[in-house]
C-alpha cells in the first residue's frame, strides 16, 4: 500500500489480446484505476470513496489492493495450515534450477527423545518473535524451543537452539516468505515464471451444508459441502457478433449450467381478436391476479395465460401484432438460455478436480498466462471453440455458509490472539461492517438484505463467468478476492449506461424484443471489442488476491474467473448515491420488478434520522422530487374523483427500515410505503398512485386512498432537510411551481379544492353546534376523508376533524355508560359487568362544551355517590375496624351499579383476613396436640403485619413465635462455631423431646451422626494399614477419608493422625514409581529428602532409590565433561549407550543426542557431494557452492570431531571448472563483436560450430558436477545464441521458408539481451528482417493477399544495404518480376478482343494469374468478372440444391429437370402409350397399365403414391383410384404435385434474366433458358385443359376427370413447381369430388341423411358451382323434397290420432321412397298408427292401465277406473263378473289419481289393436268424467276378508311393466 496520494494506474491490460484466428486484433481493453489509501485513508472507507469518486467514476470500476488486512489471521490449527502449507508446496518454484519441492515433506524427527517435530508449532512460535530473521536478532530460539517442546529443560543447550533454526530455514523459512509476501510484488514474477501465487491469507470462512450457520476455516473448507451449484450450457444457435450467457442471479449456491453463449431467438406476437372476447373476460392477469380490464388483457398464443398489457414487463402501449408468446414459453426448456438450477452439494475438493479437468482438457498440462485464458474465453463465448460446462457458486448468503471475514459472534481459534481477531471483527474494511459505516444511508436497514447488508460469498472455477449487470437499485459493490486465482472484471462507465444498453439492444435486437428487461436476468455477455466498436468505453481490472475492486452506481460491469478462487462481495450507499437510487426505482417501476427495499421508505427515514453535512445536498434534491411527485399524485386522484381516504398503521419502529412489510403495487410491484389505492372488491389487493386506473373496473368513488404521512408533513420534513444544508427556509419555494391549484367539476360549476374546503368547514362548525346526530357527524368525517391528506392549508380542516371525531366519541361513550347503568339495576343478577368509576369520571371531567348531551346530569350524580362510598371504605380499612363491618361495607359497594376500584381492595382484604385466622386456629390446635411447624408459623407471623383488622388471636401467636425464635437461635450458634463432638452430643441429649420442629436443630442431629459414623471407619482402616503395601490405593483411600474429615462441621481428634499418615503413604508411593519409571534427578533427590523428614529413609524403596541417584550422578559428570573437552562420533555414542542402563532423566542426555544429531546431518548432508550421482532416478537437485563452503566450516563449532578432507577435493574440482568456463566466454564475446560478414559465410560458420562443440563439452562437464553454478547457466545462453546464428547464416544458401525465418526471429525474442545486443546478432536480425519482407512479396496461389510490384522492386533495392548475402533470394524476387510482366501482356490482349472472349479463357487467365501475379489493375478486373459469373452459379445453386436436396453439380441438376420435363410433356403425346413408358419415369421397362387411363405405370414408382390397398383384380392408378372414390387425394399424391423441394418456375425465369450480357461458352446458363421455355409450354397447356374442365355442367363427368387426371400426372413428374397451376388443381379438385358425392347419392342407391344434403348444398355455394350445373340443380331438388316431407311428419306425430289413418299410411309410404334417411321419423309414425283400449284410439296422454293376462292397455275413464290403480287387473274379456252387481262406493276427496302419480304405466306397449275413430274416444271421456263413484266388484270387495283369498291373489299376481316413454321427434327442418 502507497504512502503518497491515491493516483490512477491507467496502463494497458492483457485483454488486448486478439480473439479470433481470421479477425483483426481489437484495440487493447485500457486498465481502470488503481488506487493505493495512505493510512490515514484507510482508517475510513467511505469517505476514500468520496475522495477517488470524481476520478475513479470516469472509469465506472477502480481496484484498491490492501495487504494490511488479512481476511482471517493465519491459520494456527494444524489441518488448516497444513492445507495451506500444501498449497504453497504445490504452487511455490525456487530459482531456476533448483527444482521444486515435492510433497509435504515428513516432519524431521529433532527431538532427542525420537518424538517428531510439529510444523505448525514451531511456525506460529517463530512468528510470536517476528519470524526467523527476528528470533535470530533477539536472540529468542531458547523461548522458541521452549514453546515447540513441553519437555525442554530449563536451561536450553546451544545445539538444541541450532538445530531448530536449520531445521526451521530449510522447511519453513521459504513458507514464511511466501505469506509475508505482498501482492502487488508478485504480478510481475507471475508472467514471468509461469506460477500462480496463492493468497497471502491463508484461510476463509468455509462453506456448509445448508440450515447450519458457522463459519469454519480454510483447512475445513476443503471438506465442507458447497451447495447452489451454477452451472451454464452453452447452446447450438449462436449470435456470432453477440452471446447471452448465464449470470449469477438467483444461481441463483453452486447450481446451474453457464451457457458459455446462448443466441438469439425470435418472438412472435398475436394480436386478441374480437371472437376471443368473451375467453379474455374469464381470463385472470398472471401478474396482479384480476379478471377485470378485459379489453387491455393479453392472452399468450401457447399457454393460453393472460397479463394485461400495462402489467408486463415492460409495459405495451397496445397489442402487438401476430403471435404473442409470454416470457415462460419463450424462456421453455426446448429454447431457454441462461443458468439451469441445480439443487445438488458439491465437495470444495470435487469443485476443485472440476476446474483442474476444465483446465487440462483446454490448456493440456502446461500453464497457460492470463493473456492465453482471455483470449480462450473470448473464444469459447462466440462459439468458435466448442462447447463448455463449467460451475459457479456465487450468490452464497454468508449468515448460512459462513464469511472469510472474522465476526463477533464466530468462535475465536485458541491460537488466534483475542485483541487481533476483534481488530479484525471491528475493522471498516471487513465487508460485514461495510454496510453499516458511518455516512451509510443503508444503517437504518433492519433486515438482513443478502448481498446488500450480508455478503455473498463466490466460489469460481475456470471461465465461470458473471455476465453485464448492473447492481440492485444501482448501488455501490465492494468485491474482496479471499484466495486462489485472479478474476477478471470488465466495467462502463455509470454516465455511458444509457449507450451501452443501445449497443446491447442494436447487437441483439430477437432477444431483446422476445425479453425486453434482458439486461435483469444477468444472462448476457457482450465482447468488449463489440462496445469499443461502438464508442462505448470499456475499462478492464485483474483483480489480484488481497484486491478490492469498487464499481460505482449504474456502471455496467462483467467478468470471469481465470481459476479455482473464493470471493466475498456485498453493496454500500454513501449519500451520493440517492441520485441514482431514484433512477434505479423508476427502472424498477418501469419494468416491473420487485425491489430489495422500498427507496421512498430509506430517503423518508434518512431525512429523520438526519446525514453528515456533505451528504445534505444529495438528500435535498431526492425529498423535494418525492414530495413534488406525491403532492401531483394525491391531487390528481382527488380531480379524478377519489375522496375517500385513510391513514395508514404507524410503524412499531419508524426510525428503521424493514421492521414491517409494506404491501406491492399488483401491477408494478414497488413496495407502497407513502400512499396506496384500495378498492372493497379487491379488499387484499394494493396499487400504486400512478395505477389507480388498473386496479378494478369499480367506480372512482368506491376507491380509497391509503396514505402514511400528511403532504404538509413531507414539506415539513423537504424544509427541516433544506434548513440543515444552510439555506434560509421562510416559505417553500418548490412548492411555487407551475402546478396549477386542483379545481373540479361539483353540480355543473368547477370548484377548487380550497373552496370546497371552506364549504365542509362551516357545514362541520354547524353540525358541531347542534344536537348530537351519529348520521351527520359520520357523514361530515367520511367527507373529511379528500381533505387529510393534504398540506398545511388544510390543517384546519384537519383541527376540526379532531374536534369532530373527540365529541362523537365522547357522546356515545356517556350514551353507553348511562345504558350500562340502566341495564345493571334492571337485572342485577344478569349482567356481569358494571361500568367503571374510573371511566365516567374521565367522561365528567373532560366534558365537550360544544354538544349538548341530557344524560350528563344523571352521570354527575352516579359520580358523587361514588365519592362518599369510596371514602368510607377508605376510613373503615384506616381504623382497623372488625371483619363483620368489613363485609358490610362490601354489601352495599356491590349492590352500588358502577364498578369501584376499592370494593376490589376490600374484598381482597376480608379473604386475607378469614383466611389468616383460620390458619392461626388451626395452629393453636397443633401446640397443644404436637409438634408445630416453624415454617408455618414464621409465615402466619409475616402476614400478621399486613391485616387491617382487630382479632384475639394475633396475641396468642406472637408469643408462641418468641419462644420457637430463641430455641433456633441457640442451635444457629452451634452450626457456626463447630463444636467438638462431645460437647454436641450433650446439647442434643438435653433438647430431645421439644414440641418445634426447627431445621438448624434437625441439621445439628445430622452433623454429630456423620461425625461419630466417619470416627467409627478410621479406626478400622488404621488398624490395618500396616499390613498393607498398595501404596497407590492407600493414599487415594487416604485422601478422601482426610478430605472427609476437614468436612464435617464437627471437631475431631482423629484428623491428624491420618493426615500424617497420609503423607508417609504417598511418600512411598513415589519412591516406587521413580524405581518403576525414569525420572528426573533433582525429583528423586526430593523424594529421599522428604523420607528423611518422615523418618522412614530405611526402608528398602529408598534405599534402592539413593543407588539410584549416585549411578545417575556419575554419569552426569562425565558427560559434561566430554561436551566441554570435544572427543570423538564413537565416544559418544558408547556414553549414550552406558545411559540406557541409569533409570532416570539425565540433563545432558538429551545435548549429547542432539550432538550426534548434528554430527549425522552433516555427515549425511557431505553425502550428496561425495557420492556419484544417478540421473536415471529422476530430477536432480543442483548443489550450492556457498553450501559445501559453509559445510567445510561448520565442524570448527561443533563438539563432535569430523573429518573434511573429501568436501576440499570437491571443491577445487569446481573451482576448476569455473576458470576453463570464463575463458570459453571470452573468446565467443570476442567473436560476437564482428560487425562485417563478408561475401561469404563459410569461414564465420566454421567458428561459431567450432566454438559451439567447446561449450556444450562444457556444460556436459558442468552439469556432472552436479552444482548450481551461475557460468554455467551463461553459456547455456551462450549455446543458444551460437546455435540460432547458425540458423541464421544457413538462410544465406537456400531460399527459406517463412514459417522458418519467423521461428528464427520469435527465438531471437528470448535470446538474452546481453548477447543480442551486439554487433554480429544486431546483423544477423537486419537481414531476417529483409529474408522475410522478400518472402512475404513472392507471389503464391496460396496468398489471399496479393504484394505490389512496387513492393517488391523496393526490396530488391534495398539489399544493397544489407551486410548479409542473400544471393538466392535476389534471384528469385528478380524471376517473379518478369514472370507477372509477362502475365499482364497476356490480360491487355484478352480484353482488347471482345471476340476471342470465352469463360474459358478467363478462367485460364484466373488460374496462372494466381500463381505469378503481383497485386494489379489487370488481375481485379478478372477476380471481378469471375466473381459476378460464381455469383450468378451460386444463386443458381441456392435456387436449386435447398429445394431438389441434390448434392451433384448444378449441371447435373438442370439436366435432371431437363428429363423430368421432357416425361410431363409425353403424358399428352399418344407415344406414351404406344411404346408403353412409364408415366413417373419414362422407362420402358415393363409395367402396369391402367384399366381407366390406358397408362403405364411401374409399381415401384406407384407404391409410395397410394396408401389404402385396391381390393380389385384389375390394376387401377393411383390418380384414377382417387379421383374415381371422389375422397380428398392420397397423401402420397399431395406431396407428389405440392412443391416439396422442387424448384419455382417463377425463380427460374428470374435467374435466366438476371444472367444476361454473361461471356460465351456458358452450358449452364443454356440449358436452364431450355428448361424454361419447356416449362411454359407445359404450363399454358394445363391451365387450357383444366380451364375447360371447370367451365363444364353437364352430368357426364369424365369429361372433368380426364383432363384432372392428365394434370395430375404432369404436375407429379415434372422436375419444377408453379403455385398457378397448383391452385387451379386444387380448385378444379374440389368441384369435381363435391359433383362426385352427389353423384353417388343419386346413383349409389343408399339413404343419406338430411345433415349432409344440406352440408353439400352449403359447400356447393362456397365452391362458387353454377346454378345451371346440373349436380347442382339435383341437390337442392332433394333437399326441397326432404324438409317438406319432415314437416308433415312432425304435424302428424303428435296430432293425438286427428289425421285419418289412411293418410299416416299413406305419409308412411312416401318417406320410405326419400333419398334421405328419415327411419326415426317413420317409427314414431308407425307408433302413431298404434290403437288402444276399448275406444279404438292412439295414445293421447291419458292415464291407462294393462291387463295383467292378455296385456292389453285400457282407459282409465273407458273402464270406470276412479281411484288408487289395484294391486291386479283383469279387463272384462279375461274375467267377466257373471251378471254380479256392482257396488258404488263414494270417492274421498283426499285421494289422487292413481294415474297420474302413484302407479300405472303412462306410456302403453305397442302391441294393442287398432284405434277407433276421434269423435268415439271425445264422447267416451265425457262420459266418464262425470261419474263421482268408483265401481268395485263386489266379489273382490267380499274376499278382503278371507286370508286364503289373499294367498290366492298374490299368488296369481302378474308383475308390472315398466312403462315406456314416448321418444320426441327428431326431424330437422
Known amino acids: 500500500m502507497g504512502k503518497g496520494r491515491s493516483l490512477p494506474a491507467t496502463t494497458a491490460s492483457p485483454s488486448g489480446c486478439s480473439f479470433g484466428s481470421d479477425a483483426p486484433a481489437p484495440a ?14 484507510f482508517a475510513d472507507p467511505l469517505a476514500y470513496v468520496a475522495r477517488i469518486r470524481p476520478v475513479a467514476e470516469r472509469y465506472g470500476i477502480c481496484r484498491i489492493p490492501i495487504h494490511r488486512l488479512l481476511a482471517r489471521p493465519a491459520p494456527a490449527d494444524p489441518d488448516t495450515f497444513l492445507l495451506d502449507y500444501a498449497r504453497f508446496l504445490k504452487a511455490y518454484r525456487g530459482p531456476p534450477g533448483r527444482g521444486r519441492k515435492k510433497g509435504l515433506p515428513k516432519s524431521p524427527a529433532a527431538l532427542s527423545d525420537g518424538r517428531p517435530l510439529d510444523l505448525c508449532r514451531l511456525f ?56 509475508n509476501k505482498p501482492v502487488s510484488s508478485q504480478d510481475g514474477k507471475q508472467e514471468e515464471s509461469g506460477k500462480v501465487d496463492l493468497d497471502d491469507q491463508p484461510s476463509v470462512s468455509g462453506l456448509k451444508d445448508e440450515g447450519r450457520s458457522q463459519s469454519v476455516s480454510g483447512g475445513e473448507m476443503d471438506a465442507a459441502e458447497v451447495s447452489g451449484v451454477r452451472s451454464r450450457k452453452r447452446r447450438d444457435a449462436i449470435n456470432k457478433k453477440a452471446i447471452g450467457m448465464a449470470s449469477h442471479g438467483n444461481s441463483n449456491g453452486i447450481t446451474g449450467k453457464n451457457a458459455a453463449s446462448a443466441g438469439p431467438r425470435k418472438r412472435k406476437s398475436r394480436k386478441v381478436d374480437d371472437a376471443e372476447t368473451n375467453k379474455v373476460d374469464d381470463q385472470v392477469c398472471e401478474q396482479c391476479d384480476s379478471g377485470l380490464h378485459g379489453d387491455a388483457m393479453l392472452l399468450c398464443d401457447r399457454c393460453d395465460k393472460g397479463w394485461h398489457l400495462y402489467c408486463l414487463s415492460p409495459p405495451l402501449e397496445s397489442v402487438p401484432p401476430g403471435n404473442w408468446y409470454c416470457s415462460d414459453c419463450m424462456n421453455s426448456d426446448s429454447d431457454c438460455f441462461g443458468f439451469v438450477e441445480r439443487r445438488k452439494t458439491c465437495l470444495l475438493d470435487a469443485f476443485q478436480r472440476f476446474d483442474e479437468k476444465v483446465k487440462r482438457r483446454w490448456f493440456g498440462q502446461r500453464r497457460p498466462s492470463r493473456v492465453q485464458v482471455e483470449k480462450q474465453f473470448w473464444e469459447i463465448v462466440e462459439g468458435r471453440a466448442g462447447e463448455l460446462e463449467v460451475m459457479y457458486g456465487s450468490d452464497m448468503d454468508t449468515s448460512v455458509y459462513g464469511s472469510g471475514f472474522p465476526r463477533l459472534g464466530d468462535p475465536v481459534p485458541p491460537s488466534v490472539d483475542l485483541e487481533m481477531w476483534q481488530k479484525y471483527c471491528s475493522s471498516p474494511w471487513n465487508l460485514n461492517n461495510f454496510p453499516n459505516l458511518p455516512g451509510s444511508v443503508l444503517r437504518t436497514v433492519q433486515d438482513k438484505i443478502a448481498g446488500v447488508m450480508v455478503p455473498w460469498l463466490y466460489i469460481g472455477m475456470l471461465f465461470s463467468s458473471f455476465c453485464w449487470h448492473v447492481e440492485d437499485h444501482c448501488f455501490y459493490s465492494i468485491n474482496y478476492l479471499h484466495w486462489g486465482e485472479p478474476k477478471c472484471w470488465y466495467g462502463v462507465p455509470g454516465a455511458e449506461a444509457n449507450a451501452f444498453e443501445l449497443v446491447m439492444r442494436n447487437t441483439l435486437p430477437d432477444l431483446f424484443d422476445a425479453q425486453p428487461d434482458l439486461l435483469f436476468h444477468l444472462v448476457t455477455m457482450l465482447n468488449p471489442s463489440v462496445l469499443q466498436a461502438n464508442g462505448v468505453p470499456v475499462y478492464s481490472v485483474m483483480q489480484e488476491p488481497g484486491n478490492f475492486v469498487i464499481t460505482f452506481p449504474r456502471s455496467y460491469h462483467g467478468g470471469f474467473n481465470l481459476g479455482l478462487n473464493c470471493a466475498e462481495a456485498v453493496n454500500f450507499a454513501p449519500a451520493d448515491w440517492l441520485p441514482h437510487g431514484g433512477i434505479g426505482a423508476e427502472l424498477y417501476r418501469m419494468y416491473r420488478k420487485a425491489p430489495v427495499l422500498s427507496h421512498e421508505e430509506l430517503l423518508y427515514v434518512v431525512a429523520k434520522n438526519g446525514v453528515r453535512s456533505e451528504s445534505l445536498s444529495y438528500l435535498k434534491g431526492e425529498i423535494e422530487r418525492l414530495f413534488l411527485k406525491e403532492k401531483k399524485c394525491r391531487e390528481e386522484l382527488w380531480t379524478n374523483g377519489i375522496v375517500k381516504s385513510s391513514l395508514m398503521p404507524a410503524r412499531s419502529n419508524p426510525n428503521y427500515i424493514g421492521s414491517e412489510e409494506d404491501p406491492m403495487c399488483v401491477i408494478c410491484r414497488q413496495y407502497l410505503y407513502l400512499s396506496a389505492v384500495s378498492c372493497n372488491c379487491r379488499p387484499s389487493s394494493y396499487v400504486c398512485l400512478e395505477h389507480w386506473k388498473h386496479l378494478c373496473e369499480c367506480s372512482p368513488e368506491k376507491h380509497r386512498l391509503l396514505y402514511r404521512h400528511t403532504l404538509a408533513e413531507l414539506g415539513d420534513l423537504a424544509c427541516e432537510v433544506k434548513a440543515l444544508s444552510g439555506e434560509n427556509v421562510k416559505q417553500r419555494p418548490f412548492l411555487l411551481n407551475d402546478i396549477p391549484a386542483p379545481s373540479k367539476k361539483v353540480k355543473d360549476r368547477y370548484i377548487s379544492y380550497a373552496q370546497l374546503a371552506e364549504d365542509w368547514l362551516s357545514e362541520s362548525d354547524r353540525i358541531l353546534h347542534m344536537p348530537f346526530l351519529d348520521t351527520a357527524y359520520s357523514t361530515a368525517l367520511e367527507a373529511s376523508g379528500q381533505f387529510l391528506w393534504g398540506d398545511h392549508d388544510m390543517d384546519s380542516v384537519r383541527n376540526m376533524a379532531l374536534k369532530l371525531t373527540e365529541a362523537k366519541k365522547w357522546v356515545l361513550s356517556v350514551r353507553n355508560c348511562i345504558s350500562r347503568i340502566d341495564e345493571f339495576l334492571l337485572c342485577k343478577h344478569k349482567c356481569s359487568e358494571k361500568v367503571k368509576y374510573v371511566e365516567i369520571e374521565k367522561l365528567v371531567a373532560i366534558r365537550c362544551k360544544s354538544s349538548c348531551e341530557p344524560g350528563l346530569p344523571q352521570l354527575q350524580a352516579y359520580v358523587e355517590k361514588g365519592k362518599m362510598m369510596i371514602s368510607e371504605i377508605n376510613i373503615a380499612l384506616s381504623s382497623r375496624s372488625t371483619v363483620e363491618h368489613l363485609e358490610t361495607l362490601y354489601s352495599r359497594a356491590s349492590e352500588f351499579p358502577i364498578e369501584l376500584t376499592e370494593t376490589s381492595t376490600l374484598c381482597c382484604e376480608i379473604s386475607f383476613a378469614k383466611s389468616w385466622l383460620k390458619k392461626t386456629c388451626d395452629l393453636l390446635e397443633q401446640n397443644r396436640a404436637g409438634t408445630i411447624d416453624i415454617d408455618l408459623l414464621n409465615t ?57 420442629s426447627i431445621p438448624e436443630l434437625n441439621l445439628l442431629k445430622q452433623h454429630y451422626s456423620g461425625a461419630c459414623c466417619w470416627a467409627s471407619l478410621v479406626n478400622g482402616i488404621l488398624r490395618k494399614l500396616f499390613e498393607r503395601n498398595d501404596y497407590h490405593n492407600i493414599v487415594e483411600e487416604l485422601a478422601g477419608i482426610v478430605r472427609d474429615g476437614k468436612s464435617l462441621r464437627v471437631k475431631v481428634d482423629e484428623l491428624p493422625i491420618v493426615e500424617k499418615e497420609l503423607r508417609r ?9 521413580a524405581l518403576a519409571t525414569q525420572m528426573s534427578m533433582d525429583f528423586i533427590e526430593e523424594i529421599l529428602t522428604q523420607a528423611s523428614i518422615l523418618t522412614i529413609e530405611e526402608e528398602l524403596p529408598f534405599v534402592d532409590l539413593s543407588q539410584l541417584l549416585k549411578n545417575a550422578t556419575a554419569w552426569e559428570q562425565k558427560a559434561r565433561l566430554m561436551l566441554e573437552q570435544s572427543a570423538s562420533l564413537s565416544e559418544f555414542e558408547d556414553h549414550i549407550r552406558c545411559a540406557e542402563d541409569i533409570q532416570a532423566i539425565l540433563p545432558s542426555a538429551q545435548n549429547m543426542k542432539a550432538q550426534i544429531v548434528v554430527a549425522r546431518s552433516w555427515m549425511d548432508k557431505c553425502q550428496a557431494y561425495l557420492s556419484p550421482r ?21 565442524p570448527a563449532s561443533m563438539e563432535v570431531i569430523l573429518d573434511t578432507s573429501a568436501l576440499n577435493s570437491v571443491l577445487s574440482k569446481v573451482e576448476k571448472w569455473e576458470h576453463n568456463s570464463l575463458s570459453l566466454l571470452i573468446n565467443l564475446r570476442t567473436l560476437l563483436h564482428l560487425n562485417v560478414v563478408g561475401s561469404t559465410v563459410d569461414p564465420l560458420e566454421r567458428n561459431l560450430e567450432e566454438l559451439q562443440n567447446k561449450i556444450s563439452a562444457a556444460i556436459e562437464s558442468g552439469l556432472s558436477l552436479g552444482f548450481e553454478l551461475k557460468v554455467l547457466n551463461e553459456l547455456k545462453d551462450c549455446l543458444l545464441t551460437v546455435g540460432w546464428m547458425l540458423r541464421a547464416l544457413s538462410f544465406c544458401s537456400r531460399i527459406p521458408l517463412l514459417e522458418d525465418v519467423d521461428r528464427a526471429i520469435e527465438e531471437a525474442v528470448n535470446l538474452p539481451a546481453s548477447l543480442l545486443n551486439c554487433p554480429l546478432a544486431t546483423l544477423l536480425m537486419s537481414g531476417l528482417s529483409w529474408l522475410r519482407k522478400a518472402l512475404v512479396l513472392l507471389p503464391e496461389s496460396e496468398k489471399s493477399v496479393k504484394p505490389k510490384l512496387e513492393n517488391a522492386e523496393n526490396i530488391l533495392a534495398e539489399h544493397q544495404k544489407i551486410a548479409v548475402p542473400y544471393s538466392i533470394m535476389t534471384a528469385e524476387l528478380e524471376d517473379a518480376i518478369s514472370k507477372h510482366k509477362s502475365w499482364t501482356e497476356q490480360c491487355h490482349a484478352f480484353f482488347m478482343l471482345p471476340d476471342y472472349q470465352s469463360w474459358a479463357g478467363l478462367l ?69 402409350k404406344k411404346k408403353e413408358f412409364c408415366v413417373i419415369c419414362s422407362c420402358d421397362v415393363v409395367a402396369s397399365r391402367c384399366v381407366i387411363c390406358q397408362d403405364w405405370y411401374h409399381s415401384s414408382c406407384v407404391e409410395s403414391l397410394l396408401a389404402s390397398k385396391q381390393t380389385t383384380s384389375e390394376y387401377i392408378c393411383p390418380f384414377c383410384f382417387s379421383l374415381e372414390g371422389g375422397d380428398p387425394l392420397e397423401k402420397g399424391i399431395q406431396e407428389r404435385i405440392s412443391k416439396g423441394n422442387r424448384p419455382a418456375l417463377s425463380a427460374l425465369t428470374e435467374l435466366v434474366s438476371s444472367a444476361k450480357g454473361f461471356y460465351k461458352g456458358i452450358e449452364e446458363l443454356d440449358l436452364l433458358e431450355e428448361i424454361t421455355k419447356k416449362g411454359c409450354d407445359l404450363k399454358s397447356y394445363l391451365m387450357q385443359i383444366l380451364h375447360d374442365a371447370d367451365s363444364y355442367d353437364g352430368e357426364d363427368l369424365s369429361v372433368m376427370c380426364k383432363p384432372l387426371v392428365v394434370a395430375l400426372k404432369a404436375t407429379s413428374a415434372a422436375g419444377l413447381y408453379d403455385q398457378q397451376i397448383n391452385n387451379t388443381i386444387e380448385v378444379v379438385l374440389s368441384r369435381y369430388s363435391w359433383k362426385k358425392h352427389i ?17 353439400l348444398d352449403k359447400e356447393g355455394s362456397n365452391l362458387e358451382i353454377s ?3 346440373f349436380f347442382k340443380l339435383e341437390i337442392c331438388k332433394i333437399k326441397e323434397t326432404s324438409q317438406q316431407w319432415l314437416a308433415k311428419a312432425e304435424k302428424a306425430a303428435f296430432d293425438c290420432g286427428e289425421l285419418p289413418l289412411d293418410l299416416v299410411y299413406g305419409l308412411i309410404t312416401e318417406g320410405e321412397n326419400l333419398s334421405v334417411d328419415v327411419e326415426k321419423e317413420l317409427k314414431l309414425l308407425r307408433d302413431r298408427s298404434i290403437l288402444y283400449c276399448i275406444c279404438r284410439k292412439p295414445y293421447d296422454n291419458r292415464a291407462m292401465i294393462a291387463c295383467d293376462q292378455c296385456d292389453e292397455w285400457y282407459h282409465f275413464d273407458c273402464i270406470n277406473v276412479c281411484g288408487p290403480p289395484p294391486e291386479t287387473f283383469h279387463c272384462p274379456a279375461c274375467r267377466p263378473n257373471n251378471g254380479e252387481v256392482f257396488i258404488l262406493l263414494p270417492r274421498p276427496a283426499s285421494e289422487e289419481d292413481r294415474a297420474s302419480i302413484e302407479a300405472g304405466p303412462h306410456t302403453p306397449p305397442a302391441s294393442c289393436d287398432e284405434l277407433e275413430t276421434v269423435e268415439a274416444n271425445k264422447c267416451s271421456n265425457s262420459n266418464s268424467r262425470e261419474k263421482s263413484q268408483v265401481r268395485v266388484d263386489l266379489v273382490k270387495l267380499l274376499r278382503q276378508d278371507s286370508e286364503l283369498d289373499n294367498m290366492w291373489r298374490e299368488n296369481k299376481k302378474v308383475l308390472h311393466r315398466t312403462a315406456r316413454r314416448r321418444s320426441n321427434f327428431v326431424g330437422l327442418l
Open 28 to 41: 487493447p481493453v485500457p486498465e481502470a484505476p488503481v488506487f493505493r489509501p495512505t493510512e490515514e485513508e
Open 124 to 179: 506460529h512460535a517463530v512468528k510470536r518473535f517476528g519470524g526467523y530473521d527476528g528470533a535470530c536478532e533477539g536472540r529468542r530460539w531458547d523461548d522458541v524451543v521452549r514453546l515447540v517442546d513441553d519437555r525442554a529443560p530449563r536451561h536450553v543447550p546451544e545445539c538444541a537452539k541450532h538445530v531448530l533454526a536449520q531445521l526451521y530455514h530449510e522447511h519453513l523459512y521459504e513458507y514464511e516468505k511466501f505469506t
Open 940 to 996: 402466619l407471623k409475616l402476614e400478621m403485619v399486613q391485616l387491617r383488622v382487630v382479632a384475639p388471636e394475633i396475641e396468642l401467636l406472637s408469643n408462641l413465635w418468641k419462644e420457637a425464635e430463641s430455641l433456633r437461635k441457640r442451635c444457629q450458634s452451634y452450626l457456626q462455631d463447630s463444636p467438638v463432638l462431645k460437647e454436641l452430643g450433650s446439647f442434643l441429649l438435653a433438647l430431645d423431646g421439644t414440641k418445634f
Open 1065 to 1073: 503413604s504417598f511418600c512411598r508411593k513415589q519412591a516406587c514409581e
Open 1174 to 1194: 544417478c540421473d536415471e532416478l529422476g530430477p536432480v537437485v543442483l548443489l550450492k557452492v556457498d553450501d559445501l563452503k559453509d559445510l567445510i566450516c561448520r
Open 1404 to 1472: 485460364r487467365l484466373r488460374d496462372r494469374g494466381q500463381s505469378v501475379a503481383f497485386d494489379c489493375c489487370e488481375m481485379d478486373r478478372v477476380v471481378l468478372d469471375i466473381k459476378k459469373i460464381d455469383g450468378w452459379f451460386n444463386q443458381c445453386r441456392c435456387t436449386l440444391s435447398a429445394d431438389v436436396n441434390d448434392n451433384g453439380s448444378l449441371l447435373s441438376i438442370l439436366q435432371k429437370i431437363s428429363r423430368s420435363l421432357d416425361n410431363a410433356s409425353m403424358l399428352y403425346a399418344e407415344d406414351c
Open 1639 to 1655: 353423384h353417388n347419392i343419386l346413383c349409389g342407391g343408399r339413404q343419406t341423411s338430411i345433415q349432409h344434403v344440406m352440408r
Open 1667 to 1669: 346454378g345451371e350445373d
